[in-house]
């Protein structure tokens, strides 16, 4: 199975700030990434497909970036509605599996 | 716009089954395969399986291979997931999503709690 370690757990941050957050697959992927936005209660959403392709509606402040294992989604400037949690997904191969998530919160 | 509406939230007990529902509009339902993901109180996601409902071929990960049984209905475009010998630790929210081939889960039901416990 190919495991998705994203970087970092949790992080504190306000509104305004630039947010990165890392995952790393475990063998190469190609491009075969993909980013989810998930609330507390609700269902995931897609935000990023295929490492960089901005899913339609999802604000342009959201971009995505990287190839083989590493990758990286960054949020330019942190919105109040963007305190969430954030994984990555990769569907190179069966069983699709995603990352552990990262936190979002306000500090 | 695509729509896919779940089950309500289940109880059961150690060793019972449990069935989850997906009904699927606002798309060809045999374009895109049904995913099932699940996630336990607090903790991240987890890909249990996907049907193809063109084909009716399924494909489940292997934690829960022999327990898992995955099928569609294509004249109520609905999909189901069952679950048999339910453990405490399958509490969790079951999630059914669409994708084609290999690309990303791009639409996701609302979920259905299903609850474990004697």
């Known amino acids: 199975d190919i495991q998705m370690t994203q970087s970092p757990s949790s992080l504190s941050a306000s509104v305004g700030d630039r947010v990165t957050i890392t995952c790393r697959a475990s063998q190469s992927i190609t491009t075969y990434v993909h980013w989810y936005q998930q609330k507390p209660g609700k269902a995931p959403s897609l935000l990023i497909y295929?490492?960089?392709s901005l899913q339609s509606g999802v604000p342009s402040r959201f971009s995505g970036s990287g190839s083989g294992t590493d990758f990286t989604l960054t949020i330019s400037s942190l919105h109040p509605e963007d305190f969430a949690t954030y994984y990555c997904?990769?569907?190179?191969?069966?069983?699709?599996?995603f990352g552990q998530g990262t936190k979002v919160d306000i500090k | 716009q695509v729509q896919l509406v779940q089950s309500g939230a289940e109880v059961k007990k150690p060793g019972a089954s449990v069935m989850v529902s997906c009904k699927a509009s606002?798309?060809?339902?045999?374009?895109?395969?049904i995913h099932w993901v699940r996630q336990a109180p607090g903790q991240g996601l987890e890909w249990m399986g996907w049907?193809?409902?063109?084909?009716?071929?399924?494909n489940y990960a292997q934690k829960f291979q022999g327990r898992v049984t995955m099928t569609s209905d294509t004249s109520i475009t609905t999909a189901y997931m069952e679950l048999k010998r339910l453990r405490s630790d399958d509490t969790a929210v079951y999630y059914c999503a669409t994708s084609w081939a290999v690309g990303p889960f791009d639409y996701w039901g609302q979920g259905a709690l299903v609850t474990v416990s004697s």
């Open positions: 049907i193809n409902p063109n084909t009716e071929i399924t």
């Open positions: 997904q990769q569907t190179y191969s069966i069983p699709r599996t």
């Open positions: 606002g798309y060809t339902f045999t374009d895109s395969y």
């Open positions: 295929s490492a960089s």
